[in-house]
């Protein structure tokens, strides 16, 4: 059974920097992307960033530049380092798997809360 467990969210004000780790069980996901969707209140689900399991990465445009995804393929972890973060990145943070040869991410965390003051 695939797990995926979110961990690092918090409060921070503008400007501060998070870093965001999520732990992946239940199976080997070397063949697997690994990646941070976000949704604010109000808002849907969008992509943040994404890692291939030979460290590909891929960015919203948002958020490039400034955040910066990596993986432990070892310790089944993925990270999302957090930097100059803005009050529009407050939102529950997302981990979530999809195998390279599917279209959708079909594995998904329970979230984590990050909050940036202004």
């Known amino acids: 059974q695939v797990q995926l467990v979110e961990s690092g969210g918090g409060l921070v004000q503008a400007g501060g920097s998070l870093r965001l780790s999520c732990a992946a069980s239940g199976r080997t996901f070397g063949s697997y992307f690994l990646g941070w969707f976000r949704q604010a209140p109000g808002a849907e689900r969008e992509f943040v960033a994404t890692i291939s399991g030979s460290d590909i990465t891929y960015y919203a445009n948002s958020v490039k530049g400034r955040f910066t995804i990596s993986r432990d393929s070892a310790q089944n972890t993925v990270y999302l380092q957090m930097n100059s973060l803005k009050p529009e990145d407050t939102a529950v943070y997302y981990c979530?798997?999809?195998?390279?040869?599917?279209?959708?991410?079909?594995?998904w965390g329970q979230g984590t809360q990050v909050t940036v003051s202004s």
């Open positions: 979530a798997a999809r195998h390279r040869a599917a279209t959708e991410y079909n594995y």
